[in-house]
Structures are given as structure tokens and as C-alpha cells.
């Protein structure tokens, strides 16, 4: 079993410490499949360009049997790349379990000797809990992805670009302007949400603490207290500001990313009206466009988990005592 007697202050060192054999593998498949985003344009914009423009059947075949093979053989890549991914996360959820018990029951009480009866109870069970369960989680569903995820998504917008730059550049540039604001409304929100998150995190530790503190005969049939309908408040509040930021940041997103294709099909097409392009190019850009969102969704889906993780796992840190954490 991996120590888990230290916690490193960077949460991209403990995923290393805890999976480092597995991320070296997942980062494998990861370069495997980059190269073949492009094909499939390609072999769309020969297939109505060079066969069908030109009543070749069986060149027409080839292509389409070529195309399925590429779709086939990038599958089958990409299930062993998410499967491993989730096998990543499972290990370091576990690995996460032992760390906050062995920190919050095992260190905790060494670090204070039991003295008086009073002492038996030094941890706050509450706390735990909502460590064990939320925050642990969600921290160990991002550790699959910490690496593999955005590399695939940026090779992924790599490979597409310049596919697309080196058939027409012009055109291309259209399409990446409709995309650019996406890389500065996602931080400026991403940075609001982020501290509702930890907010709420903090809230619903002392939620848990309440239930576990108060004894089950206070709270049974009586009105909830005023510290109980306080807190429940409180984080209505915040989860009410989370999902308004949340959603205008991703309609924001979407209005950008829908804005691509018109730009592309406008231009695209008055130029093929022109017989200065052909209509293949612009079914490939269309294609393009369609396999460069949902990298782009993906990309500010990695950048909002990256720092949404490495904010609980901070939140994780200031919970256990500091002898616990390693400073290097």
C-alpha cells in the first residue's frame, strides 16, 4: 500500500506518488490517438472531392472502408483510455480514504495523548464524513483525467487547427476568433465559482459536525434549530449563486461555439460560389468544427476541474495538522 503517512502540498504530487505507473500508461494512449483526429476530414473531404465529384466507385469504397477502420481503431483506443482513467480514480479515492483516516484517528490522537475521558473525543466525526464521502470523491473522479485529459483535448484542438490551416487558412481563423473569448470567460468565472465551492465545502462540514455533535434526543420531535435552518440557508444561498454563474458561463460558451459553423459555412461558402474553394473543403470544416467543440467543452470542462480540485484539496490540507503535510 502506498504511505500515507505524509500529504504533499500539491495535489498533482500526490496523484504522481499514488498512480504514477497507470498515468504513464494512460498518457500512452493519449499520444496514440492524437494523430488520428484528422483523418476522418481528410478522408470526408476526398471522398466528395475525389470520388464522388468524379463517379469514382471504387475509389468511393476504399475511402469508406478506410474511414470505418480509422473510426474503429480510435474506439477501441479510446475505451481503453477512459476505462483506465476510471481505474485511476478508484485507486486514489482509496488511497484518499486511507490518508483522511489515518491522519483525523491515528495521527490526531498521538499528536495529543489521552489524558482525561474528555480526550477520547478529538475528532470531529462530521468533518470526516463529509471528507470521506463529497469531497474524497470528487477529488479522486479528476485524479484519472489530471493529466491525460487536458493533454488529450489541447493535442486534440492541435491536430484539428492545423489539419484545418494547412486546407485554408483564412477560413480556419474565422473559426479559432469565434473560440478565443471562451479562453477569458472561463477563468473569470471559473475563479467566482471556485470560491462558492469552497464555501460550500466548509458549510456542509459544519452541517455534519452539528448532526453528529447534537444527541438524537435534541432533535427528535422538535423544530429544527435556529444554527440548523442557518446553515441550510447559507448554503442555499451559495449553491443558488454556483448554478447562476455556472450556467451563464456555459451559455456563454455555447452561443461562441455555435457562432463557429455560421462563420465558417458564411465565408466558406461565398468562396466556393466564387469556385475559389471546393465544397468538400467546407463539409470538412463543418466536421471540424463539430470535433473541435466538444475538445473546447472538454478543454474548459479540464480547466474548471483542475482548479475546482486543487481548491478541495487545499480545503482537504487545512483540515489535517500540519506535522501531516509535507512541504517539499
Not at 34 to 47: N, S, T
Not at 63 to 70: E, F, H, I, R, V
Request: hydrophobic fraction near 45%; glycine fraction near 6%; charged fraction near 15%.
Amino acid at each position: 500500500m502506498n504511505d500515507t503517512t505524509n500529504m504533499p502540498h500539491s495535489l498533482y504530487r500526490y496523484i504522481f506518488q499514488n498512480s504514477y505507473g497507470k498515468q504513464v500508461l494512460v498518457v500512452i494512449l493519449t499520444l496514440v490517438l492524437l494523430p488520428l483526429a484528422p483523418i476522418p476530414l481528410e478522408l470526408q473531404r476526398r471522398m466528395l472531392d475525389d470520388a464522388v465529384a468524379n463517379g469514382d466507385v471504387d475509389l468511393l469504397f476504399k475511402l469508406s472502408g478506410l474511414y470505418l477502420l480509422a473510426m474503429l481503431v480510435s474506439a477501441c483506443f479510446k475505451f481503453a483510455m477512459r476505462t483506465q482513467r476510471e481505474l485511476i480514480s478508484a485507486h486514489i479515492v482509496r488511497s484518499l480514504h486511507t490518508s483522511v483516516f489515518y491522519c483525523m484517528y491515528t495521527y490526531v490522537p498521538k499528536l495529543r495523548p489521552i489524558q482525561t475521558p474528555q480526550d477520547l473525543d478529538k475528532v470531529d466525526e462530521g468533518a470526516v464524513v463529509s471528507m470521506l464521502s463529497s469531497e474524497v470523491e470528487k477529488l479522486g473522479g479528476f485524479a484519472g483525467s489530471a493529466i491525460s485529459g487536458p493533454l488529450f483535448e489541447t493535442g486534440t484542438l492541435f491536430f484539428v487547427l492545423g489539419y484545418m490551416f494547412w486546407i485554408e487558412p483564412f477560413v480556419a481563423s474565422i473559426a479559432l476568433a469565434f473560440y478565443m473569448p471562451q479562453f477569458i470567460i472561463v477563468p473569470f468565472f471559473q475563479a467566482r465559482m471556485n470560491r462558492l465551492a469552497q464555501q460550500k465545502a466548509l458549510k456542509m462540514r459544519t452541517l455534519g459536525s452539528f448532526i453528529v455533535d447534537h444527541p438524537e434526543d435534541d432533535l427528535v420531535h422538535a423544530d429544527p434549530p435556529k444554527i440548523f435552518v442557518s446553515l441550510i440557508e447559507d448554503i442555499l444561498a451559495i449553491r443558488t449563486r454556483f448554478i447562476l454563474n455556472k450556467n451563464v458561463m456555459k451559455t456563454l460558451n455555447n452561443l461562441l461555439i455555435a457562432l463557429g459553423p455560421f462563420g465558417v459555412i458564411s465565408y466558406g461558402g461565398y468562396l466556393a460560389t466564387q469556385g475559389e474553394i471546393e465544397v468538400g473543403v467546407i463539409l470538412a470544416f463543418v466536421s471540424g468544427l463539430e470535433r473541435l467543440s466538444g475538445p473546447i467543452r472538454d478543454l474548459v470542462s479540464s480547466y474548471s476541474q483542475i482548479t475546482d480540485a486543487h481548491m478541495r484539496y487545499s480545503t482537504l490540507l487545512d483540515a489535517f495538522p500540519k506535522p501531516h503535510i509535507k512541504t517539499s
